[in-house]
């Protein structure tokens, strides 16, 4: 593995400031001029001030690519093609020069030294020169290649010569001074026995980033169309020696659509099945797992359910029509025949929510972080999830720059890394994305070279590399192909599985290096959590909480998507877009009664509305808390809302001693005990007293009524007592001389009268 190396622009030679600005010296008389302008104050602008011309100029950016126009090879009696390209970025022409190319002194025999050559600290000595070659005028902002061929013997290399990576330059030099130099390399190669290096490769195959959690159908059918993106990954690797990184949003996403998937994305699902290529898993979504490990999360996150997204109606299919059994006679003409019933859909039995994930994988212990940023903490967590093997990129890993190139495996406290090495795999994803064929010869030149700097520093010693392709698109499956097809063309290289890659000894040499995450992406990652453990507790209020936590959870595998690294300002956007929406979901249930309500008892019921916006019931528990002592509240109410609706729940409350106003703090709780939104104040007046005097005015009224009617009954019975000793008759005890009826309230005064005897 190499760390920290990069294929940088070819150096430039400072000369090239000087032969270009010497060009636009001003004359002393327009200097003058200028000053004494200045001096006078004339405010005026000076149409051939150096000023001005000055911030035309932009900085010296001429600059030389050379590299092999054909194979990267180069053998005893051959030619070498070589390609200059010479870019002017300036706002100056660049006047007709020569390119002058030149062999390294000394071959290239360690990365360091590769290295050293490819990006040298200063000009230097370019070598030997092989060739001189006229140029014409280059314009400002326009590139120029140039085809060369140098002779064979120009070149000096024979069989006597060790074979490995050669360093070339090439110069390009105009009235006598060097505007730019650029460095290339190829490999002489006489033929000689080499021990080949074991390369694995492995390449990410996933989807552009989204908070969705699933792909729509219609992105789907786009990106496994024939030139989609997801095509133009998996033409370019199938059934070739590389290892398939494969994000399972995309075979949920395909898989749960059921008969209405479109017809190219279950074709393309079917390849992949039948690819003879490793897989393995990447996390949901490519969540970048060293995120979620540096945000606080103990364990790789996955999907809850996708059971609320199933719809069984789209898992029918119609049984095949029977066929003729050998030996079934047909029936003679006119012979009437029983119609056969016409099928019937058959049902097919809905996936799981783990049937929508399932796959054969090659090995599912893999993790493959964000490049770079994995801490040291970090690799418990992924330990603690079954991710025993971590894919490290060279950056977090250390090594001395004079130690030969090591294996890839390295020991980890709680497992064993997989170092890519930086070098080759920048070569190999530069070569993938080429959109030009120079653009590919140059990147595959560079790779050959890398590669052969390996197998050279230790000969009879086999080594084991990993590259990895990036989280990118290729442009096209072809270049991705032809570049896999250049690396199998080189002897000194050998593909190599990833099981192989994972059992080749431990390096000795390398060494874990923590990174970490930035700042930034940590924090907002918190949020990210926090807010999960807030939608999940607010859930259990609800009669399906596994649609809502669910949901969520699939938008924020998306949000924590490796891809969003390179594209910070539109994660920003779509995480507030993420909190947004669910601070909208913690709101749903709320407290609609305002106030304010009069209390004109000992002992009433306030009646308290409670709203529910979600399209699933919810349970919750009333509580009310008085900011005063002038009512006591009863027990909390629970209560269950149903869908998109409200309720009016009763709270009893007693009136204490004392009148006055009453602020009633009313929250919402999940049975689980986990308050809902925030408390909503409802004001209360209190008129305990008045209770009080109307029960004594209605028992005055009482007393009065019935003291009045005994009053009333006692003065006619006393009337009744003084006629009759009036009359000197006393009514016999044992003869009714007649009847009373009455409510005995006094308020029914009825007599009937006796009947005579007949004679």
Same mark, same amino acid.
């Given at each position: ?227 989609? %993106? ?89 049984? +095949? ?52 940023? *994995? ?21 977090? *890993? ?10 890839? *495996? ?7 890394? %997989? ?109 990210? %959590?926090?807010?999960? +453990? ?74 308290? /509305? ?90 005055? *009224? ?19 007592? +003084? ?27 009825? /007599? ?8």
């Amino acid at each position: 593995m190499e760390a920290g190396t990069k294929r940088a622009r070819r150096p430039v030679h400072p000369g090239v400031v000087r032969s270009l600005t010497s060009r636009l010296r001003m004359p002393l008389s327009v200097l003058l001029v200028t000053l004494l302008l200045a001096l006078t104050g004339f405010a005026g602008t000076f149409p051939g001030s150096s000023a001005a011309h000055a911030a035309a100029t932009p900085p010296d950016t001429v600059s030389i690519d050379v590299f092999p126009t054909g194979s990267p090879i180069l053998r005893p009696g051959q030619p070498l093609p070589v390609t200059v390209r010479i870019t002017n970025s300036t706002a100056d022409s660049i006047p007709a020069g020569t390119i002058k190319l030149y062999l390294a002194k000394r071959a290239l025999t360690s990365r360091s030294a590769l290295d050293s050559w490819l990006k040298p600290k200063d000009i230097g000595d370019p070598g030997d020169r092989m060739l001189s070659h006229p140029t014409t005028t280059i314009q400002p902002g326009s590139t120029a290649s140039v085809k060369l061929s140098v002779p064979a013997d120009a070149i000096g290399l024979g069989a006597a010569n060790a074979w490995g990576a050669r360093g070339i330059a090439a110069t390009l030099t105009a009235d006598g001074e060097v505007l730019a130099q650029g460095r290339g390399t190829f490999v002489w190669y006489s033929g000689d026995p080499v021990t080949p290096v074991k390369l694995a490769v492995a390449m990410p195959i996933t989807a552009p980033q989204s908070s969705a959690g699933l792909i729509p159908a219609e992105e789907l059918e786009t990106y496994t169309q024939e030139s989609g %993106l997801l095509s133009r990954q998996l033409d370019g690797v199938i059934d070739r020696p590389v290892a398939i990184a494969i994000d399972p949003m995309i075979i949920a996403s395909i898989r749960v659509l059921g008969s209405s998937a479109p017809p190219s994305a279950t074709e393309w699902l079917s390849r992949l099945s039948a690819a003879t290529n490793d897989i393995f898993p990447l996390s949901y979504a490519d969540a970048d797992i060293a995120l979620q490990a540096q945000a606080g999360s103990k364990t790789v996150l996955s999907p809850i359910s996708f059971e609320w997204l199933i719809d069984p109606e789209l898992f029918t299919e119609a049984p +095949a029509t029977p066929q003729p059994t050998p030996g079934t006679i047909a029936p003679t003409p006119g012979q009437a025949t029983t119609p056969s019933p016409s099928p019937t859909p058959g049902e097919v039995t809905p996936p799981t929510s783990a049937g929508l994930l399932d796959w054969d994988y090659t090995m599912t212990d893999i993790g493959w972080p964000a490049a770079g940023v *994995v801490a040291k903490n970090d690799l418990d967590v992924f330990a603690a999830s079954g991710l025993t093997t971590t894919i490290l990129s060279g950056s977090n *890993v250390t090594q001395s720059a004079d130690d030969p190139t090591p294996n890839t *495996v390295l020991a980890l406290g709680s497992g064993r890394g %997989l170092a890519t090495d930086d070098a080759i795999s920048r070569a190999l994803r530069t070569a993938a994305r080429a959109t030009t064929d120079d653009e590919w010869h140059e990147a595959v030149a560079e790779a050959s070279s890398q590669l052969a700097v390996v197998s050279a520093e230790r000969p009879g010693t086999a080594r084991t590399l990993l590259a990895t392709f990036d989280r990118g698109w290729p442009a096209s499956p072809n270049r991705l192909g032809e570049t896999l097809d250049a690396l199998a063309a080189l002897p000194w290289q050998t593909p190599a599985t990833l099981r192989e890659a994972r059992s080749a000894p431990q390096a000795a040499t390398v060494a874990f290096q923590a990174q970490a995450e930035s700042a930034a992406r940590v924090d907002q990652g918190r949020q990210l %959590l926090r807010r999960e +453990a807030e939608v999940g507790a607010f859930a259990t209020a609800l009669e399906d909480p596994v649609r809502v936590t669910g949901a969520h959870r699939l938008e924020l595998l998306a949000l924590l998507s490796a891809s969003w690294a390179d594209d910070p300002a539109a994660w920003q956007q779509s995480t507030a877009a993420s909190f947004a929406a669910s601070g909208a979901l913690l709101r749903s249930v709320t407290v609609t009664t305002k106030g304010p309500i009069n209390v004109v008892g000992s002992k009433v019921d306030i009646p308290v /509305t409670l709203s529910n916006a979600l399209g699933q019931s919810v349970s919750v528990r009333v509580q009310v808390v008085p900011s005063n002592g002038r009512l006591v509240v009863g027990n909390d109410v629970e209560a269950t809302i149903d869908a998109e609706s409200a309720r009016t729940v009763k709270v009893p409350v007693t009136a204490a001693v004392g009148n006055g106003d009453v602020t009633l703090r009313v929250s919402l709780y999940t049975p689980a005990g986990t308050r809902i939104d925030r408390p909503a104040e409802i004001a209360v007046s209190v008129h305990a007293d008045w209770e009080g005097l109307g029960a004594l005015l209605f028992a005055a *009224v009482v007393v009065l009524f019935f003291g009045f009617g005994v009053w009333r009954n006692i003065l006619r019975r006393r009337r009744e007592g +003084a006629a009759s000793v009036g009359a000197g008759t006393e009514p016999d005890a044992g003869t009714g001389t007649g009847t009373e009826t009455g409510t005995g309230t006094g308020t029914d005064d009825v /007599t009937t009268p006796a009947a005579e005897p007949r004679g």
